[in-house]
């Protein structure tokens, strides 16, 4: 499992590892080991949960809960009814003339940019292109694609490299702060992350009692399908970072916070006086957790991605092509969801050691965590991904929407309300 390298990536006491058990199968069938990567994150942040309340009693995970949690959106409904996202007709694998691509088009915004770079009809266009043209053109207008590359592809490419050179994550002390009393209930953490894996880390966090307080541009909005499925214990407002009012509001929030979490390009949000290094200063004491893509170095440490596009450029979608040679994808947005969880789980164990002061900090990327899962054996057969009855692990939240129904967190408790809508709640704790 992921468990032991993380766990030690995050400081933590190397015998509580030995302190996880599973049950059962998380029906992640996969030729790649999907199933303990989700196992072992989810083992990490409950690890990391158990340590701040101060227990050391053993962990057992229901790998059946596990499974249904990383598949999470599928299970969703309102009133009833199926209520998931899903993927955009144009977020999908497309051929090239030297093979395929993955794009993005899940927002407005990516839509419009994949259409000023490829025209009215990108698939069309890109099937008279090579994947590489498509790529830079998609990159360089704002947009989201990546070639499908094999393994060794992306292994000997310059970006390839530089995550390779990255731990699996990271959580260090970055300056001096005050020694403080941790806790998980009250706990309050700024949520500046967006789609699935930044939300997914909040939410587990909500789960324990944390008063999570997530922020939306208000010329970024997020899908609704998105927040019901992410959303649930927190609450959401918009805030216009850009805006002097917006950004004396957030100093404020800033000032009351005990953890910020975002999910911004590594230097997107430099310009605000977000850097490590400045909220090191401005905020002694202040855990910061950093959620990207690609990590914080190297040639791609800037661009956007999400999990189906790191699949394909780090040769996950290679690896699982179907039997007619199509691109293939992981039974789970698994790279999403356990990022979620290590979020989660380095947000506990740097709350635990401000207990003897410091300023702490912590890097989690979808790429690093498919590097390991590329490393990690494999299974000789491969087995198909199966579907455990949800309704055990389903609970009901009434939220201003109507009846939500969620897979339950897996081994956290129920949250304490439903999700609310974008903008629902005021900017204050």
Not at 100 to 123: E, K, M, S, T
Not at 130 to 154: D, I, M, N, P, S
Not at 305 to 321: E, H, K, L, P, Y
Request: charged fraction near 20%.
């Amino acid at each position: 499992m992921v468990l032991v390298p993380a766990w030690e990536a995050l400081g933590g006491d190397p015998a509580l590892p030995s302190l996880v058990h599973a049950t059962g199968d998380t029906g992640l069938g996969s030729v790649l080991a999907v199933g303990e990567l989700a196992l072992g994150a989810v083992g990490a942040q409950r690890l990391a949960a158990d340590e701040l309340r101060g227990s050391s009693v053993p962990v057992e995970l229901d790998a059946r809960h596990v499974g249904l949690a990383f598949r999470s959106e599928r299970f969703l409904r309102l009133d009833g009814h199926p209520a998931g996202g899903g993927f955009a007709p144009l977020s999908r694998f497309t051929p090239t003339v030297d093979g395929w691509v993955r794009l993005h088009a899940n927002y407005a915004h990516h839509r419009r940019a994949l259409q000023d770079a490829l025209g009215p009809d990108p698939l069309a266009a890109a099937a008279d292109m090579t994947g590489a043209e498509v790529e830079e053109a998609v990159v360089a207008a704002g947009g989201v694609a990546a070639v499908v590359r094999t393994e060794a592809h992306w292994a000997a490419s310059d970006p390839g490299a530089a995550v390779r050179a990255l731990p699996l994550l990271t959580l260090a002390r970055v300056g001096d702060g005050p020694s403080r009393v941790p806790r998980l209930d009250g706990l309050r953490v700024l949520d500046l992350t967006r789609v699935i894996a930044g939300p997914v880390g909040t939410r587990t966090l909500a789960s324990y009692g944390a008063d999570v307080l997530r922020l939306d541009s208000p010329r970024l909005p997020e899908d609704p399908a998105a927040l019901l499925d992410t959303g649930p214990g927190k609450r959401h407002a918009r805030l216009d970072l850009a805006a002097a009012d917006g950004r004396e509001r957030f100093e404020d929030l800033l000032d009351g916070a005990d953890v910020l979490v975002q999910g911004y390009r590594p230097g997107a949000l430099d310009r605000f006086g977000l850097s490590s290094a400045a909220l090191a200063e401005r905020r002694p004491g202040l855990v910061v957790v950093t959620l990207s893509a690609w990590g914080t170095s190297g040639p791609w440490a800037g661009r956007r991605g999400f999990d189906s596009i790191v699949q394909a450029a780090t040769g996950i979608a290679d690896v699982t092509r179907d039997d007619d040679g199509t691109p293939g994808v992981l039974p789970a947005q698994a790279l999403d969801h356990a990022a979620g969880h290590l979020v989660a789980a380095a947000v506990m164990r740097a709350v635990t050691e401000t207990g003897a002061g410091g300023t702490w900090h912590a890097d989690v990327s979808l790429a690093q965590l498919a590097t390991w899962l590329l490393a990690a054996p494999r299974s000789a057969s491969p087995t198909t991904p199966t579907t455990p009855d949800p309704d055990p692990y389903l609970v009901d939240l009434d939220s201003p929407s109507g009846t939500v129904t969620l897979v339950a967190p897996p081994g956290s408790p129920v949250w304490r309300h439903g999700p609310v809508p974008s903008g629902y709640d005021e900017s204050a704790w």
